[in-house]
């Protein structure tokens, strides 16, 4: 028997709106799926997880009419049924929120949401009824997003609530939401689960993929895990609790590490001094206010804080991407705040951006010239290019920072949102920075790729590399940093050893905490 055959005798039949039997997938010589089972009950969630390089976008987008099974079938209302793209799934009322945003930033939020499905009204777009319907989705969402504004203009999260405002528009009766919180800060999360717990009770049913475990575990009805392109368990919320996912996740319940030790730090690395940073978006107010920091060689800071701490405008400010208002910022005794950002990498200060995408890389080329676009200098001298230290410098990488591929000359886009991240690190590690830092480093990454991540940056300290990456994940907080610093709209609240509480971190940031 199947465990999708053992599953659904845990609800009746008809409670099960849409259904995988024995899918696979092969990209190449690739098997994303290996004869997967998976069911989504009426006004339900159904939670998935897994690893990156799993499986699960690829089996999402499947549901959703994206791309076709290689072998097996969908079944819908008991039906067997064939997507040939995404627009027949939706006419089906399925939609689906992807793990990457697929919004086009030149545009306003009104016609985004309503792009491609424009409103009508006696032969011409009705643009005053689409900015009305999407005043409701924003008010629904608790955003106070002008329908006008260039989605450029608007932060990542707010770019992750336009692409959930997107989808809900649709009014779908299945509703697949591919790691929809990734960018979103604790107060929008819990607007978007009582978003869901609306739809649920209207018996929308959603499929929800998430590595926020602990999160996840709040809102789902089921859980389902997939390893290797493989179903590996499946349990009702009763039966489940994080010791249970991670355990079939990776096959061993483990922490994200501890401050690696057993070595003395070495100079300054990094100085900050009285750092000021007008808001970017040109709001009349300072993100960053007066902040002065030191980071020593070989030591690990976490830098903690909500939406809208300063966090991410310190680590760009500091990389170069704009310019402080005043303040300094030395690379051990060379003061570099008028170098630009490539300037800033050949010293030795390099940044892994927060929205890998727009920022970290180029869609159009492979794995391989991603990983190695950032030390193009290490191998060019004038107009020619040694390949054979180029592949030495990308087989390197991949293996340092174990990156799922099926080879270096890959489509960067044909892995997994993960695996791509690690590219990203692994594309700025090549350069061999002195300082790297890290904006939410591990944004869509699975619980033991974070693991992987974090004992790579462990390793790195140990060789005297300073690493200072942002989080607002609190327990990321307490994995292998030496010191935590808290931020809180633009000031250093607090400062902690590793032997610091979740509590006192939240507290120190301004968020509230239960009791």
């Not at 609800?11 to 099960?16: G, H, I, K, S, T």
């Not at 926020?212 to 809102?219: G, N, T, V, W, Y």
């Not at 980071?295 to 405008?313: D, H, N, P, Q, T």
């Not at 790195?460 to 935590?484: F, M, N, P, Q």
Request: proline share 3%; with cysteine; glycine share 8%.
């Amino acid at each position: 028997m199947t465990l999708a055959a053992n599953h659904s005798n845990n609800l009746p039949a008809n409670d099960v709106v849409l259904s995988a039997h024995h899918i696979t997938k092969s990209f190449g010589n690739t098997h994303a799926l290996k004869g997967v089972n998976f069911d989504v009950y009426h006004g339900q969630v159904t939670t998935l997880f897994g690893e990156n390089g799993a499986g699960k976008s690829t089996l999402m987008k499947i549901l959703s009419g994206v791309i076709t099974p290689t072998s097996g079938e969908i079944i819908l209302d008991g039906t067997p049924i064939h997507f040939h793209n995404a627009n027949e799934a939706r006419a089906h009322g399925i939609s689906i929120i992807h793990q990457e945003l697929s919004l086009a930033p030149n545009m306003n939020v009104r016609d985004n949401i309503f792009m491609g499905r424009e409103i009508i009204t006696n032969g011409s777009v009705d643009f005053a009824e689409e900015e009305r319907q999407t005043r409701e989705l924003m008010a629904e969402l608790e955003e106070e997003i002008d329908p006008l504004t260039p989605v450029e203009e608007l932060r990542l999260g707010q770019q992750q609530i336009i692409e959930i405002a997107r989808a809900i528009s649709q009014k779908s009766r299945i509703l697949i939401m591919d790691e929809p919180t990734s960018a979103l800060s604790a107060a929008e999360v819990e607007v978007l689960f009582k978003v869901i717990h609306d739809l649920t009770s209207k018996g929308v049913s959603i499929v929800y993929i998430s590595h926020h475990l602990e999160e996840a575990l709040l809102i789902t009805d089921h859980a389902v895990v997939l390893r290797d392109g493989t179903m590996t368990a499946y349990a009702p919320r009763k039966d489940i609790d994080l010791e249970w996912i991670v355990r079939n996740m990776v096959g061993e319940n483990f922490d994200l590490g501890s401050p690696p030790d057993g070595y003395q730090f070495g100079e300054v690395a990094l100085k900050i001094e009285d750092l000021v940073i007008t808001d970017p978006n040109g709001g009349n107010f300072n993100v960053v206010d007066k902040l002065s920091l030191e980071v020593k060689a070989g030591e690990v800071v976490c830098i903690y804080g909500l939406m809208g701490a300063g966090r991410s405008e310190l680590m760009e400010c500091i990389a170069g991407r704009f310019s402080a208002q005043s303040g300094t910022v030395f690379l051990g005794n060379e003061d570099i705040s008028k170098l630009t950002i490539a300037e800033r990498i050949r010293v030795g200060l390099a940044l892994v951006p927060e929205d890998r995408q727009k920022d970290g890389l180029i869609q159009t080329m492979s794995v391989g010239q991603n990983l190695s676009l950032a030390s193009i200098t290490e191998f060019t001298k004038k107009l020619f290019t040694s390949t054979d230290t180029e592949n030495t410098l990308v087989d390197n990488s991949i293996e340092a920072v174990t990156v799922k591929t099926s080879s270096a000359n890959a489509a960067i886009g044909s892995l997994s949102g993960g695996n791509q991240q690690k590219v990203v690190i692994g594309k700025m590690l090549a350069t061999n920075p002195k300082v790297l830092l890290l904006d939410e480093p591990s944004r869509g990454i699975d619980i033991g790729a974070k693991a992987e991540v974090f004992r790579l940056l462990s390793e790195r300290a140990k060789e005297g590399l300073s690493v200072i990456y942002s989080t607002s994940e609190v327990a990321e907080c307490l994995s292998i940093a030496h010191r935590i610093i808290v931020m809180h709209k633009g000031h250093i609240s607090a400062e902690f050893d590793s032997t610091v509480s979740k509590e006192k971190i939240m507290a120190a940031s301004g968020e509230s905490v239960a009791h």
